[in-house]
C-alpha cells in the first residue's frame, strides 16, 4: 500500500468490475461517446471480454480477480460522483441505441421507398408500354387515312389536270386565234400607216410641185415678150416634167399610192427647183448684160456706207421665204426688229457723244446690278429688283449701291437704258439660265413684269432674243446669195472670237438657255393685283409649236430648242388646253419625231424622244422645278 490517500467506497464485485472494465475502456475511447458520430462502447466492452476471457489461466475467478486487483493500481480515491458517471454511460447507451434504433427505421423506410419506386416504375412502364401499343395503332391508323387521302387528291388533281389541260389548249386556240387578228390588224394598219405617210408625202410633193411650177410659171411671165424667145428651150425642159408629172398624178388617183411614187414626185420637184435656178440665173446675168450696156461713162458716185454687222438684218430677206418661217412669224419678226432699229438709230448720238460715256457707264451699272441679284429667294427681293429697274426706265432716280441715277438727266436716256436692259436680260438666258435652268423663272417675272408697264420693253426683248436665237421666231434663216460664212453663222446666233467659231456644244447650250427664258415667259403669271394680263402668254408657245411643226427639222438645234420648251411649258399646257396639246404631242411623237430622225441623231434628239415616250404612256409633263406659285410677288 502507498502512502497515498485514497477514497474508500463501499463496492461490491459486480459494480468494481464496472469500473474496472471503465478504466480498461477508457484509454481506448477517442471522439465523442454520444450523438450519430459516437464510438461503438459495445464493441470495445465485448473486445475487453473477450481479452478477459482469452486470458484465463486456470484461475479461479477469486485468484483471477485477487490477480487484477493486485494488478491495478488502487483507484484514487476523487471528489467526482462515480454513481453520476455510470449513469452518463448508460444515457449514452441508451442514446446509442435510440439512434441505431432511428438509423434501422430509416433504413427500413429507405427500403420500402425503394421498393415502393419499383413498383411505381413497374406500374409506369406498363402504362408507357400500352400508350406506345396505343400511339403506334393511331399512327397506323393516320397512316392509313393519309395514304386514303393523298390518293384521293392525286385522283382530284388528275381531274383538275385533265381539266386545266383542256381549258389551256382552248385558251391557246383562242391566243392563237387572237394574235392572227391582231398580226392581221397590225399589218393591216401598218399597210395604212404607210399608206398614210406616202399619201402625206405625195400631198407634200404635189404642194411643192405646184408651187415650183407657179413660180417658174410667174418668172416666165414676169420677162418681157421681146426677151421670151431667149427663155423658151428652159420651158421646153418643163414640158416633159408636166407630162411626168400628169402621168403619175393619174396613176396614184387609180389607186397606186406607193413609195415609188413619191420618189417620183420628189424627183420632179427637185429638177423643178433647178430649172427654175437656172432660169433666175439666166434672167440676172441677162439683166446684168443689160445694165452694162446702158451704163453713161460718168464719174461714179460715192458708195453708201455699209451698215455695221449689228444692223445688218434679214429683216427685207425675209419676203418670199414661206418656207423658212410662217408668215405670222415673220410679221411679229419684222415688228420688233423695226422696232430695234428704230431705237439703235434714236440713241445714236448719246451712244456716239465721248462726253456722255459716264452718263452711259452709270446707266449700265444701274441695270446690271440689280439684273445680276434676281433671284426667287423672296418677294421682297424680287419686288426690290423690279421697283428700281422700272424707276430706271420710268426716267425716275433710281438707287444704285450708293448712288443716285436718273436716266431722264438726259432725252435719250430711257431709249438708251430700255434697249441696253433688254439685251442684257437676253444676254442672262445664255449665261445664268444656261447654267442654272431654275434661274428663268424670277427673271422672266421681272421680264413680264416690266413688258406689262412698259410695252416697247417687251418688244426689244423679243427683237434681241430673235437676234441671238432666230430659232424662236421661228426663222430657219437661209444663206442668201453673196453672204460669207462667217456672216451666216453670225445671223444664227454663232459667236466668234479671235475669227474662231464657238463649238457647237457651247453654241446649243446658249440657244438652249435663252429657249429656257423665252419659254419660262410663256407661263409666267402676272403680279397680285395686276389686272393686266400676260403680254406673251401661252398662246404665243402654242402658236411657236405649231410653226415649228410646219416646217423641216434641222438637226441639234430643232431638237434642243424642242425639248427646253416642252419641258417647261408642257405641263401647263395640258392644264389649259388638255386632249388637243396631247394630240399636239401625238402628233410630234409619230410624224415630227421620224423626220427629225433622218437629219439628228445627236443627244438632244435622243432625250427628246425619251421625253415624248413617257408622255405618250403617262399622258402628262412633270412639273418644273422652280416654278413660282402664282401669288409669288
Not at 52 to 63: D, H, L, Q
Not at 245 to 262: D, F, L, R
Not at 467 to 492: D, H, K, M, N, W
Not at 571 to 589: A, P, W
Request: aromatic share 6%.
Amino acid at each position: 500500500m502507498n502512502s497515498r490517500s485514497y477514497i474508500s467506497f463501499d463496492l461490491n464485485s459486480h459494480e468494481q468490475s464496472i469500473l474496472a472494465n471503465a478504466a480498461r475502456i477508457s484509454p481506448q475511447v477517442r471522439g465523442p461517446t454520444i450523438g450519430p458520430n459516437a464510438a461503438d462502447l459495445d464493441a470495445l466492452t465485448e473486445g475487453l471480454n473477450g481479452m478477459a476471457i482469452g486470458g484465463n489461466t486456470g484461475k479461479s475467478p477469486k485468484e483471477q480477480e485477487e490477480e487484477e486487483s493486485n494488478d491495478i493500481e488502487p483507484m484514487p480515491r476523487i471528489t467526482t460522483n462515480i454513481k453520476e458517471y455510470i449513469e452518463d454511460i448508460a444515457r449514452i447507451r441508451k442514446v446509442q441505441s435510440l439512434e441505431k434504433q432511428r438509423k434501422d427505421a430509416v433504413q427500413k423506410e429507405v427500403r420500402a421507398r425503394l421498393s415502393r419506386q419499383r413498383m411505381q416504375q413497374s406500374e409506369l412502364d406498363a402504362i408507357y408500354e400500352d400508350a406506345q401499343k396505343n400511339l403506334q395503332r393511331k399512327l397506323a391508323l393516320l397512316g392509313e387515312e393519309a395514304e386514303r387521302r393523298v390518293k384521293q387528291a392525286l385522283e382530284e388533281q388528275e381531274k383538275l389536270n385533265e381539266i386545266q389541260e383542256e381549258k389551256m389548249r382552248e385558251a391557246m386556240l383562242a391566243n392563237s386565234k387572237r394574235v392572227d387578228s391582231q398580226q392581221m390588224k397590225l399589218k393591216q394598219f401598218r399597210e395604212k400607216q404607210k399608206m398614210n405617210v406616202c399619201i402625206e408625202a405625195l400631198q407634200r410633193g404635189q404642194e411643192k410641185f405646184v408651187k415650183c411650177f407657179e413660180t417658174f410659171a410667174r418668172t416666165l411671165m414676169s420677162i418681157e415678150k421681146a426677151q421670151l424667145p431667149n427663155y423658151m428651150a428652159l420651158n421646153e425642159k418643163a414640158k416633159p416634167m408636166m407630162t411626168t408629172y400628169e402621168q403619175t398624178i393619174k396613176s396614184i388617183a387609180a389607186g397606186n399610192i406607193t413609195e415609188g411614187a413619191v420618189k417620183v414626185i420628189e424627183g420632179l420637184v427637185e429638177e423643178f427647183q433647178k430649172l427654175q435656178q437656172e432660169l433666175e440665173g439666166k434672167i440676172a446675168a441677162d439683166a446684168k448684160e443689160a445694165a452694162e450696156k446702158v451704163i453713161q461713162q460718168e464719174v461714179p458716185k460715192a458708195p453708201k456706207e455699209k451698215p455695221s454687222v449689228d444692223q445688218v438684218d434679214t429683216v427685207h430677206n425675209v419676203q418670199g421665204l414661206n418656207q423658212f418661217i410662217s408668215p405670222e412669224g415673220q410679221k411679229q419678226y419684222i415688228k420688233v426688229m423695226d422696232l430695234l432699229i428704230g431705237y439703235t438709230k434714236d440713241i445714236e448720238p448719246l451712244t456716239k457723244d465721248e462726253s456722255l460715256k459716264k452718263f452711259r457707264f452709270n446707266c449700265q451699272k444701274a441695270i446690271n446690278i440689280p439684273v445680276n441679284a434676281i433671284s426667287g429667294v423672296s418677294a421682297a427681293h424680287l419686288k426690290d429688283k423690279y421697283d428700281k429697274l422700272a424707276c430706271l426706265l420710268s426716267g425716275n432716280t433710281a438707287p444704285c449701291g450708293d448712288e443716285q441715277i436718273n436716266a431722264g438727266a438726259h432725252p435719250l436716256g430711257k431709249k438708251f437704258c430700255m434697249v441696253l436692259l433688254a439685251k442684257k436680260f437676253v444676254n442672262q438666258g445664255d449665261t445664268m439660265v444656261a447654267s442654272n435652268p431654275k434661274a428663268a423663272y424670277p427673271i422672266a417675272a421681272v421680264i413680264v413684269a416690266l413688258w406689262q408697264k412698259f410695252p416697247d420693253f417687251g418688244d426689244l426683248f423679243l427683237a434681241h432674243a430673235y437676234r441671238e436665237c432666230p430659232y424662236l421666231v421661228p426663222y430657219f434663216i437661209p444663206q442668201f446669195e453673196g453672204q460669207s460664212t462667217e456672216e451666216y453663222y453670225r445671223a444664227l446666233g454663232y459667236k466668234t472670237t479671235n475669227d474662231t467659231q464657238e463649238p457647237q456644244d457651247m453654241y446649243l447650250k446658249r440657244m438652249s438657255g435663252i429657249a429656257r427664258l423665252y419659254a419660262a415667259i410663256f407661263i409666267t403669271k402676272p403680279r397680285m393685283g395686276e389686272t393686266q394680263s400676260n403680254p406673251h402668254c401661252l398662246k404665243n408657245g402654242w402658236m411657236w409649236l405649231c410653226n415649228v411643226l410646219n416646217m423641216d427639222p434641222l438637226p441639234d438645234i430643232c431638237a434642243t430648242v424642242l425639248l427646253e420648251v416642252l419641258q417647261i411649258v408642257g405641263d401647263e399646257m395640258i392644264r389649259v388646253y388638255g386632249r388637243q396639246f396631247l394630240k399636239l404631242i401625238f402628233v410630234i411623237h409619230n410624224q415630227y419625231l421620224p423626220k427629225l430622225k433622218l437629219v439628228d441623231e445627236g443627244g438632244p434628239r435622243v432625250r427628246l424622244e425619251v421625253l415624248l415616250a413617257k408622255v405618250m404612256k403617262e399622258g402628262k409633263f412633270d412639273q418644273p422645278e422652280g416654278v413660282l406659285h402664282p401669288n409669288f410677288w
